[in-house]
């Protein structure tokens, strides 16, 4: 393997690495803007020269093969003027229009000039070329040619990621600006991840537009809930308000995050967000609704039994969550009826990410089927359209996942549990609201097996409490509880039935997922 | 209307696909074809070259426009290009084409009313030894003067008028 040394630290790299890779392995950074790990080298900006021994001319380091023996310095000053000229170049007709430009603050043109500009403007501001602001480019991005540097990230992921190229460079040197065809937009399903990576405020998304000062968001390493896919993300919010989803790399599950598994934490502020429990149709708060739902148990199961209460698990909800059904199920109601069967064909969609199967946790469910038994799911379908059942304890999507194969469900009472209004489409006298995944802990396993933890980044609306514990204070109410009372319960009873003591430590280390940024 | 690319492109086209390797390869010379026979090149075209070819409309459009000599607007019957660089600008070019945006009453880049002429000023024709130069279509009119262009624009009307 060949051998060099960057600014004087040596290190072995193996052949056809470049400059770049390698000083990155020795930690020493250099400025970059049109290179991106995970796209095709272009070389165009020239942020990145260094210094090679022997060579007359400053190299790329990012297009720049290594070679046994080769001299490298990043810290001469014909490299520091180089990347000065270099910024004052980028700079020339930029707008600078920071104060209202959503990437302030996570900007490499406002970063390097910083770190390697610092110099006054040759141009007067009536001088600049103007381009056009605020293009609509599909449905979540917006395009500002002004801003724009010409680093071609983004044409090269509609080239190379999603292969759909709807963008490109048109014109040439001097008249050259990104541009798409009239009227149409970047519509693949991964168009925000191009905000991610363009290094200035050219892309931004038209979600996350105006909502938030970047310096003020925090971060909260988590799991994308979207689909079977488990992708790691990165949840940015600020007082208790969730502003964004952004892929956290990792290599075992993703690199981006497509656009419909970051538009998830919509719900959390969508108008038909539950916080209060519905009775009846009449709101009440959510902790004397429970007494209703207990009532509504007790009655079935005294009157027809406890068989005559059916009882779903949800591909939809945490392992925590389901346990707790289980638990609820098996150990309170003692009913038989209990469905934890709600597998579907499984694999990675369009090559890149989504999953063919749209929920979190079928695997989960799997896990937990393996402990608990339960009818299958035709079997449940079977009861419940003989009329043998009498009330339904279901979470809302999973309910609506059967309801095709369902006969009418308007004699059967409910126990719904929902997150939004929006998840019921049927009517159920008894929905209790539940914490989201962005607002409590919960286990997911994704279509490889791999389990992973949700984190809780805000907190839910006042009252509302995580599924588990809504069913543990039912069941309590009922005067058969299930024991489950707080996270210690939880975790203990989660290691003992459902994954074996040492897994979840094993496997999932919340916090530390967010390894590094796709920015970049 | 759809655009519907010529019997004669789509055939020149498969006989390219068959040499070039890369069926991006054929794009120039197929837009070529397609402005040989209407003068320009429409936003159409572009989408049905791009569909013919499998090949996305952003790369046909970051071609297009990347080569100055594909013609995005519908040209004139004649497109007078008239040569601005430097030996043609030091032999009275500036002049010349100011001369012509009177005489036609347009600005370089358009076209007249009646379809007539479009005016462009462009880069280094390669005849600086005869400059100025005033290409029309593929024809060069080199050492050109005021009077000479006058000549040649009554030459061209008359030759129109005699069609």
Redesign the interface.
């Known amino acids: 393997m060949p051998k060099l040394t960057i600014d004087g630290k040596t290190i072995e790299m193996p052949k056809g690495a470049t400059i770049l890779q390698a000083a990155q392995a020795l930690g020493v950074y250099i400025p970059r803007y049109c290179y991106h790990p995970s796209l095709p080298v272009s070389g165009t900006c020239r942020m990145c020269v260094v210094e090679v021994e022997k060579t007359a001319k400053l190299q790329i380091a990012c297009a720049t093969e290594i070679a046994d023996g080769m001299a490298v310095r990043t810290d001469t000053p014909a490299v520091k003027k180089a990347r000065r000229d270099v910024l004052e170049y980028l700079l020339i007709n930029h707008p600078v229009d920071c104060p209202i430009c959503d990437q302030a603050g996570e900007c490499f043109l406002q970063d390097y000039y910083m770190d390697h500009g610092l110099h006054k403007s040759r141009i007067a501001p009536g001088d600049k070329i103007r381009r056009s602001k605020r293009r609509a480019a599909g449905k979540y991005l917006t395009l500002d040619n002004e801003r724009c540097i010409l680093c071609t990230r983004c044409?090269r992921f509609?080239?190379e990621v999603t292969r759909?190229?709807?963008?490109?460079?048109?014109?040439?040197n001097d008249a050259s600006f990104i541009?798409?065809?009239?009227g149409k937009g970047v519509d693949n399903d991964y168009s925000l991840n191009i905000a991610d990576i363009c290094p200035v405020g050219a892309f931004t998304s038209r979600d996350f537009r105006f909502k938030a000062r970047v310096w003020f968001l925090k971060k909260t390493g988590s799991i994308c809930t979207g689909c079977a896919a488990g992708c790691n993300i990165e949840v940015h919010h600020n007082e208790g308000i969730v502003h964004r989803l952004m892929p956290a790399p990792n290599p075992e599950t993703n690199t981006w995050l497509c656009d419909r598994g970051r538009m998830t934490y919509k719900v959390l502020r969508a108008g038909d967000r539950l916080s209060k429990a519905r009775i009846k149709k009449g709101s009440m708060e959510p902790e004397p609704a429970l007494r209703q739902a207990a009532h509504l148990i007790d009655d079935a199961a005294h009157r027809a039994g406890p068989e005559s209460v059916a009882v779903l698990g949800s591909p939809y909800l945490s392992l925590e969550d389901n346990l707790a059904i289980a638990e609820l199920a098996s150990g309170s109601i003692k009913t038989g009826a209990l469905c934890l069967d709600f597998s579907c064909e499984q694999g990675v969609k369009d090559g890149i990410l989504i999953n063919k199967d749209q929920t979190p946790n079928a695997n989960g469910l799997k896990l937990l089927r393996a402990r608990y038994g339960g009818l299958d799911q035709n079997a449940l379908i079977g009861l419940i359209n003989s009329g043998r059942i009498k009330l339904i304890v279901a979470e809302a999507r999973a309910l609506n996942s059967l309801r095709e194969k369902l006969r009418d469900l308007s004699n059967i009472p409910t126990v719904i549990l929902a997150l939004a209004k929006s998840d019921l489409d049927f009517d159920s006298d008894c929905v209790l609201p539940y914490a989201s995944y962005f607002e409590t802990e919960g286990h997911f396993v994704n279509y490889k097996g791999r389990i992973q933890k949700t984190a809780a980044a805000v907190a839910a609306p006042e009252g509302v409490q995580p599924l588990w514990l809504v069913l543990s204070k039912i069941s309590s109410y009922t005067g058969a509880p299930i024991k489950i009372e707080d996270t210690k319960a939880m975790s203990a009873k989660l290691s003992e039935y459902a994954l074996g003591k040492s897994v979840i430590p094993a496997i999932c280390k919340p916090g530390s997922i967010a390894a590094k940024s796709t920015r970049e | 209307m759809a655009y519907k690319i010529s019997e004669r492109t789509l055939a020149e086209i498969d006989r390219l696909l068959k040499i070039y390797p890369q069926k991006e390869a054929v794009l120039i010379p197929a837009l070529h074809e397609m402005q040989k026979e209407a003068g320009w090149i429409p936003e159409e075209a572009m989408d049905a070259l791009g569909a013919r070819l499998n090949i996305p409309y952003a790369r046909v459009k970051g071609v297009v426009t990347f080569y100055t000599m594909f013609n995005r607007l519908p040209m004139g019957r004649f497109h007078l290009q008239v040569c601005r660089n430097i030996s043609c600008h030091f032999a009275g070019a500036a002049g010349m084409l100011r001369h012509l945006e009177d005489k036609l009453n347009i600005k370089e880049g358009e076209t007249t009313e009646d379809g007539l002429f479009t005016l462009s000023a462009v880069e280094c024709l390669g005849s600086c030894g005869t400059a100025p130069v005033i290409a029309v279509n593929e024809t060069y009119h080199e050492n050109m003067t005021v009077e000479k262009t006058d000549r040649l624009l009554a030459e061209l009307r008359a030759e129109n008028n005699s069609d």
């Open positions: 044409v509609c080239d759909t190229g709807e963008l490109t460079v048109s014109g040439r541009d798409m065809k009239e």
